[in-house]
């Protein structure tokens, strides 16, 4: 309702607003929730926003509603940084009229806001708010048209319309040399590692020929879940990877081309947290993997042997919750990724000879992001938690000119830096 003020009435108004904090002046504005929502494991504000309202860029709106409950009912959760949202916290969905997001820059045309909000739902919030924003031109063969100018390194864009699916993606530097060179029919010069994100899923033509535009006679398009793609300097070993797309885990697309990278579905299993350890262990991966892992556990003895609660025939292995950290953090591991945690508790160094991957879509805790050996965290720092992510083992040291090593930037960082444990964390969730 739009309301007149005398002179003196907005001057107390505005003494009352710069006293109170947003969270509270919007409280006494009763906000109404249309309907609350208990956030789950791959739940952020931005997939939320774009599910209740269609635009992932009224997150804000979400976070000023559920602080202004919390202001009154500490039942909902207080949300101080919109990266961060836990499983568990109950947020308040304010009315549809209430969800005014951030105006799209005024010299782009209305319809390039919507470019904009399908292009940031494909990777975490810290990735995709701060990304440089592309949209594919009518023409082909004229450059890239630059909606938004980003600050990460990161470029994010829209869903292809050329395909049937809805596919927006994130690349690093090191994947747009690839697309540069795969537009131009020229070989990508990898020298780094590459991450990409499509946590909507993707749709391609081909599995073999990154050339193709259609799918073959009599063949369908290859359709994806949500997944992060990954690139290496060197040939991938296919009698490691599987080239099979329809597998559900981990496979190498254009396998034996200068363009080959693995693709990693990252859905988990739909399974409630429990104390089946079973369970619990099969929770940490996508169903292709899990299913099919042994099962390990944790021995009441930390110098006895581990106890294998079942066989598995895939080459992964996967840990329940492990009861010394204060968050739900059950996990799979690649056979590389075995090397290294036998390294680790036997205190020896892995012999990593080729990329390992690992997955913790649960999320996980850890006692240090720096000391591998610590077993909780040094007096005055806190428990290092992390949102549902996957884990990159490389060969070699890791460029820290090219990776963060901050774990609370809620992009990917290198955990254990400097270390002959260190690694990638690659989350795909919100940040914790």
């Not at 007149?4 to 907005?10: G, I, K, P, Q, S």
């Not at 840990?319 to 020896?348: H, I, R, Y």
């Not at 990159?392 to 002959?420: E, I, N, R, W």
Request: aromatic share 8%.
């Amino acid at each position: 309702m739009k309301k007149v003020f005398n002179l003196n009435c907005l001057i107390v108004l505005l003494i009352v607003m710069l006293a109170l904090s947003p969270a509270a002046v919007l409280a006494q504005s009763e906000v109404a929730c249309d309907s609350e929502v208990v956030v789950q494991a791959n739940d952020w504000l931005s997939k939320l926003a774009e599910k209740y309202y269609g635009d992932p860029l009224a997150y804000q709106v979400i976070a000023d509603a559920t602080n202004a409950q919390n202001a009154a009912d500490a039942s909902y959760a207080k949300i101080e940084n919109v990266n961060v949202i836990e499983p568990g916290w109950k947020l308040c969905i304010p009315v549809h009229d209430m969800a005014h997001a951030p105006a799209a820059p005024a010299e782009a045309p209305a319809a390039a806001a919507d470019i904009i909000a399908s292009a940031v739902s494909a990777a975490p919030p810290a990735i995709a708010l701060d990304a440089t924003i592309v949209d594919y031109p009518t023409d082909p063969t004229t450059p890239l048209i630059e909606l938004r100018a980003g600050s990460n390194g990161w470029t994010c864009f829209p869903d292809w319309p050329a395909t049937p699916g809805n596919d927006p993606q994130c690349f690093d530097k090191a994947w747009m040399q690839w697309l540069d060179a795969l537009v131009t029919g020229t070989e990508p010069n990898i020298t780094t590692p590459g991450l990409a994100y499509m946590v909507e899923g993707g749709s391609d033509a081909s599995n073999t020929d990154p050339l193709a535009l259609e799918p073959a006679p009599g063949e369908d398009w290859v359709t994806t879940p949500p997944h992060v793609m990954l690139l290496f300097p060197d040939k991938l070993d296919t009698t490691h990877f599987s080239t099979d797309h329809h597998y559900g885990g981990p496979y190498v697309m254009y396998a034996g081309t200068p363009y080959e990278h693995i693709m990693m579905p990252i859905e988990p299993a739909a399974v409630p947290q429990t104390a089946d350890k079973m369970v619990s262990a099969m929770s940490a991966a996508p169903p292709a993997i899990a299913q099919n892992a042994t099962i390990m556990d944790y021995p009441a003895d930390p110098t006895a042997p581990l106890i294998e609660l079942r066989a598995g025939s895939n080459g992964w292995t996967c840990f329940p919750d492990w009861p010394a950290t204060p968050g739900n953090d059950p996990q799979c591991f690649d056979k590389m990724w075995m090397e290294w945690f036998n390294a680790l508790v036997s205190g020896t160094e892995p012999n990593i000879t080729e990329p390992g991957l690992a997955y913790m879509l649960q999320g996980g805790s850890d006692p240090s992001n720096t000391d591998p050996l610590a077993v909780e965290p040094a007096p005055g720092e806190d428990w290092v938690t992390t949102p549902p992510h996957v884990m990159l083992l490389l060969p070699g040291k890791l460029d820290l000119t090219l990776f963060s090593t901050d774990h609370h930037y809620g992009g990917p960082y290198v955990m254990f830096a400097g270390t002959p444990y260190e690694h990638i964390m690659m989350p795909v969730a919100g940040m914790k």
